[in-house]
């Protein structure tokens, strides 16, 4: 996904505010994190205000969101 695709479908998701379009921007946040990197999604979150409409904030790591987790090491 482009930055200028992430914008567009950041900026739907914004026009709806609720529960479920935050955690959609929280997938696409984490994988612009993992194609452009960590920068890329706090400027985004920055440029879009995305901490006052959806709380969230620059510097967290997305890049986890809806991957299922890795082996437990424990096991």
């Known amino acids: 996904m482009t930055l200028d695709q992430a914008r567009d479908l950041i900026r739907t998701q914004l026009q709806f505010g609720g529960g479920y379009n935050r955690n959609a921007v929280r997938l696409m946040l984490g994988e612009i994190g993992?194609?452009?990197?960590?920068?890329?999604?706090?400027?985004?979150?920055?440029?879009?205000?995305?901490?006052?409409?959806?709380?969230?904030?620059?510097?967290?790591?997305?890049?986890?969101v809806g991957r299922p987790p890795g082996p437990n090491p424990q096991t």
């Open 34 to 64: 993992r194609a452009h990197g960590q920068g890329a999604v706090d400027g985004l979150i920055r440029e879009l205000g995305l901490e006052a409409a959806f709380g969230l904030k620059p510097g967290t790591d997305f890049s986890g």
